[in-house]
T-cell receptor, first 114, second 113 residues
Framework: EAQVTQNPRYLITVTGKKLTVTCSQN?????MSWYRQDPGLGLRQIYY???????DKGDVPEGYKVSRKEKRNFPLILESPSPNQTSLYFC?????????????FGPGTRLTVT | GENVEQHPSTLSVQEGDSAVIKCTYS??????FPWYKQELGKGPQLIIDIRSNVGEKKDQRIAVTLNKTAKHFSLHITETQPEDSAVYFCAASKGDSWGKFQFGAGTQVVVTP
């Protein structure tokens, strides 16, 4: 089944404890992206990657890191999480060949930082 | 940078009626405008998109219109059904840096029988 998977789905952690949220897609998509969703603010883009070893900042990159060493994986790293990073996080991927831009979203990761 | 505003934030319609959600964007260079539907507990799912070289696109009960001069685009859902109840998001992206997306704040649509 073609899909985007995220792990973990739920995570409660404490301020300052480094964590990684994994994202993997099995559709051979070039493009991948991370978003956070907060009430009343919609989806805000954190980072995106047009292809392996190519990443760029979205609108809210502060406090996050990403890497794209393999085409299928795009992990989101919080080096020192803070309570304002409590949010619902979505990973998405998209084919870029033939100018197709539709994004396929994962199921989401709900992160709570205390 | 680009700013996308979405209205209304909530929309309640009777089953069978039409629903319209409107988004405005600020960057005239934006040229790709998708709409996503998010059901409770799930990730957003693309329902329709439009590019700046097209004024209208339709897919069964769903249509999107684009007014480049006024910089706004709208989602139209006709003959609404209870399964149309969800949160809808609009978004905008530019062709030269299309990987960067700005989303609207979302519209909660409730279809009452």
């Amino acid at each position: 089944e073609a899909q985007v998977t995220q792990n973990p789905r739920y995570l409660i952690t404490v301020t300052g404890k480094k964590l990684t949220v994994t994202c993997s897609q099995n559709m051979n998509h070039e493009y991948m992206s991370w978003y956070r969703q907060d009430p009343g603010l919609g989806l805000r883009q954190i980072y995106y990657s047009m292809n392996v070893e190519v990443t760029d900042k979205g609108d809210v990159p502060e406090g996050y890191k990403v890497s794209r060493k393999e085409k299928r994986n795009f992990p989101l790293i919080l080096e020192s999480p803070s309570p304002n990073q409590t949010s619902l996080y979505f990973c998405a991927s998209s084919p870029t060949r033939l100018a197709r831009y539709e994004q396929y979203f994962g199921p989401g990761t709900r992160l709570t930082v205390t | 940078g680009e700013n996308v505003e979405q209205h209304p934030s909530t929309l309640s319609v009777q089953e069978g009626d039409s629903a319209v959600i409107k988004c405005t964007y600020s960057d005239s260079a934006s040229n790709y405008f998708p709409w996503y539907k998010q059901e409770l507990g799930k990730g957003p799912q693309l329902i329709i998109d439009i590019r700046s070289n097209v004024g209208e696109k339709k897919d069964q009960r769903i249509a999107v219109t684009l007014n480049k001069t006024a910089k706004h685009f709208s989602l139209h859902i006709t003959e609404t059904q209870p399964e149309d109840s969800a949160v809808y998001f609009c978004a905008a992206s530019k062709g030269d840096s299309w990987g960067k997306f700005q989303f609207g704040a979302g519209t909660q649509v409730v279809v009452t029988p």
